[in-house]
């Protein structure tokens, strides 16, 4: 039977249990306001004892509940690039609850975690989270391990889009001519920024996807780069997925650039760079890639240097399909090359090109009509 005490001006609670080896263990609560409340909660456990419910697991934090939970029913079967996204939602889970137990996440926190998700991550990826999430609690009820479903009428909110607007963060045409001829000397082991920033102008690549790119995606046959996931400069430097899942895809770029790419490699072989992750930009000075602070220095040198616009590193992304769309390839390709989910981003995004281009468009249409 489970005990009851006064303590001070609240009540506590101790439950004692057997595992299913005999052991015997006790969850204890304090804090309730009266001897009621105190009851109430000794003899909602006291039947889940009789109902067989797993009290023991019910007291772990959730993030080693679902990591028993991964182990037990879903790790011997999934494929390894499901794997990385489990281990992927494992660590959110373990960021933000940190060692709350699995019993004590109520609905409200849990909204708050997703809400905290969607802020910095697209639909995709906070949706995979809590799908994860809700299998994980609905076995756990199976189980006898919780009573409710913490999971149950919680939303997806509005997350975080692919993109934010252009703005004034891109380059003209000629300004992006003038910042290649500065950048394409500079680029070499030992100044990776300026390959950095070679390679994002000349794909559209994101940051992340551009730090975390290794030798085996570099296919110098038919000259193009895969991007297939990111490097987490903010965390352990380890890869993390790609924003979404479009965001994976082949890249082509031209042949110049994977000149420098074979220049670069040849470097770190020669002078025999530690490179545990075979990443391309590691270079001789840092055992890291350029921080996002480094390639930004780039550019400012270059802006003061050469009079261009001052833009970002995520300006240079902007930079190139603005070109592309000035050098009207179509809008579909462009939202592809850039790893859109929906070509409506890319039109959303890029609104200042189009606008530009749609008179030039309406006379082409004009013309083309005056001609039948």
């Not at 949706?127 to 189980?143: P, Q, T």
Request: glycine share 4%.
């Amino acid at each position: 039977m489970a005990s009851i005490k006064k303590k001070g001006a609240t009540w506590a609670v101790r439950v004692s249990f057997y595992d299913a080896d005999g052991k015997r263990h006790f969850k204890n609560k304090s804090g309730f306001r009266t001897k009621k409340e105190a009851e109430f909660y000794a003899q909602k456990h006291e039947m889940s004892k009789l109902h067989g419910d797993d009290l023991l697991s019910a007291s772990k934090p959730f993030s080693q509940y679902f990591t028993e939970w991964y182990d037990t029913y879903k790790g011997p079967s999934v494929s390894s690039s499901t794997k990385d996204n489990y281990s992927y939602s494992l660590m959110k889970i373990t960021e933000f609850f940190g060692d709350t137990k699995i019993s004590d996440v109520t609905r409200s926190r849990y909204q708050t975690f997703l809400n905290t998700l969607a802020s910095n991550y697209a639909r995709e990826t906070v949706a995979k989270i809590a799908g994860h999430c809700r299998a994980c609690v609905l076995d756990a009820i199976e189980d006898g391990v919780l009573q409710r479903n913490f999971t149950m009428r919680v939303s997806v909110p509005n997350c975080a889009d692919t993109e934010r607007p252009v703005k004034d963060n891109y380059l003209s045409v000629k300004d992006m001519m003038t910042l290649k001829e500065y950048v394409i000397p500079k680029c070499s082991i030992r100044n990776m920024s300026a390959a950095m920033v070679l390679t994002s102008l000349l794909t559209g690549a994101r940051y992340s996807e551009v730090a975390g790119l290794t030798w085996s995606d570099i296919d110098t046959k038919k000259n193009t780069i895969s991007i297939n996931k990111t490097l987490d400069y903010k965390g352990d430097g380890d890869f993390l997925p790609t924003k979404t899942k479009s965001s994976n895809r082949f890249v082509s770029a031209p042949p110049y650039l994977f000149k420098m790419f074979k220049g670069l490699h040849e470097n770190q072989l020669a002078q025999n760079i530690s490179n545990p992750l075979d990443l391309i930009f590691l270079g001789s000075h840092s055992a890291h890639v350029p921080s996002d602070n480094a390639v930004n220095k780039v550019l400012r040198e270059a802006h003061n240097k050469l009079g261009i616009k001052k833009i970002t590193f995520h300006g240079l992304r902007h930079t190139h399909a603005s070109y592309l769309l000035y050098k009207d390839i179509n809008i579909f390709l462009i939202s592809q090359r850039l790893g859109h989910s929906d070509v409506g981003i890319t039109q959303r995004v890029y609104m200042h090109v189009i606008d530009e281009l749609k008179q030039e468009q309406t006379e082409k249409i004009t013309e083309a009509l005056e001609q039948i």
